[in-house]
């Protein structure tokens, strides 16, 4: 009887009388990981023949699964490279297409108790490339900077190195860790800490408001902040595809453009594109 049913159920799918549920792949970016996952939750229990699959791994770990062909989405928390887009068009005749699906203040995480309010770009700089290694260097107390960042494999490392250090290096002394939540973890459990990541993961740390320059107004990285541009370190969350999307992933894409899908960015804490 078992054989029986096993051969009908080929026939079946042979005929196309039963087709398994559809499955969209997204790899990338931890900053995105939580908002992605969001996003999928809704949109299958919506749409029950659509399976999503989200992990994390990092912008590069996502764009070199886009490559490979072993994802469907590519989430980044930077734009793709020259040379990224290349590989692209040599394996599939395609530079890619870009998606702008969110916005993010990179913030600036602090210790609750850091006396610290706010900082200039240039203190940041200054701080993540080991010109300055103690607080009372930026008006704080007198105590060594514990810096933490992301592994170099995170786009958002590669933000912050291109747009606040200038291309400069990180100091050898800072902590890499492999996800925003794992910063946001250290932060908060070290006074003298300072790290950087997505708005949406501050949990028991505080942000520091983020100045131009030494004669200008800090900002924090609030959707209004964000929106008028005020906030000096605001970036888009993108997602990519090989090619032009059809069929369900052009439908799930479109539905995270959409109102409901930009509501989702909202609720997990960055901001709508729209």
């Known amino acids: 009887m078992k054989k029986l049913f096993l051969i009908m159920i080929t026939a079946m799918i042979a005929f196309g009388f039963f087709m398994p549920g559809k499955v969209i792949t997204v790899k990338g970016s931890d900053t995105m990981v939580i908002l992605a996952q969001r996003w999928a939750e809704k949109y299958m229990a919506e749409h029950p023949g659509i399976t999503v699959q989200v992990t994390g791994g990092g912008s590069g770990t996502g764009i070199a699964a886009l490559i490979n062909g072993t994802t469907d989405i590519c989430n980044s928390s930077r734009p793709?490279?020259?040379?990224?887009?290349?590989?692209?068009?040599?394996?599939?005749?395609?530079?890619?297409?870009?998606?702008?699906?969110?916005?993010?203040g990179l913030s600036v995480y602090l210790n609750d108790a850091n006396t610290i309010h706010e900082l200039s770009i240039e203190q940041i700089k200054n701080i993540?490339?080991?010109?300055?290694?103690?607080?009372?260097?930026?008006?704080?107390?007198?105590?060594?900077?514990?810096?933490?960042?992301?592994?170099?494999?995170?786009?958002?490392?590669?933000?912050?190195?291109?747009?606040?250090?200038?291309?400069?290096?990180?100091?050898?002394?800072?902590?890499?860790?492999?996800?925003?939540?794992?910063?946001?973890?250290?932060v908060a459990k070290d006074k003298n800490a300072?790290?950087?990541?997505?708005?949406?993961?501050?949990?028991?740390?505080?942000?520091?408001?983020?100045?131009?320059?030494?004669?200008?107004?800090?900002?924090?990285?609030?959707?209004?902040?964000?929106?008028?541009?005020?906030?000096?370190?605001?970036?888009?969350?993108?997602?990519?595809?090989k090619s032009r999307?059809?069929?369900?992933?052009?439908?799930?894409?479109?539905?995270?453009?959409?109102?409901?899908?930009?509501?989702?960015?909202?609720q997990v804490g960055y901001f709508p594109v729209k």
């Open 80 to 104: 793709m490279k020259p040379s990224e887009r290349e590989k692209l068009k040599i394996r599939y005749a395609s530079l890619g297409v870009e998606i702008k699906s969110a916005k993010d």
């Open 128 to 186: 993540y490339t080991g010109k300055t290694t103690n607080w009372k260097d930026v008006g704080g107390k007198d105590s060594k900077i514990i810096v933490y960042g992301r592994e170099n494999s995170s786009g958002t490392y590669v933000y912050f190195k291109d747009n606040v250090l200038g291309g400069e290096d990180y100091t050898s002394s800072m902590q890499s860790l492999p996800g925003t939540a794992a910063v946001v973890n250290a």
């Open 194 to 241: 300072i790290g950087f990541g997505g708005a949406a993961y501050a949990k028991g740390i505080k942000f520091a408001g983020v100045k131009k320059d030494a004669n200008s107004k800090a900002y924090l990285p609030t959707a209004e902040n964000v929106k008028s541009g005020d906030y000096p370190i605001s970036r888009f969350l993108y997602m990519y595809t």
């Open 245 to 266: 999307p059809t069929g369900e992933l052009k439908d799930y894409i479109d539905w995270i453009l959409s109102a409901e899908g930009q509501a989702v960015v909202t």
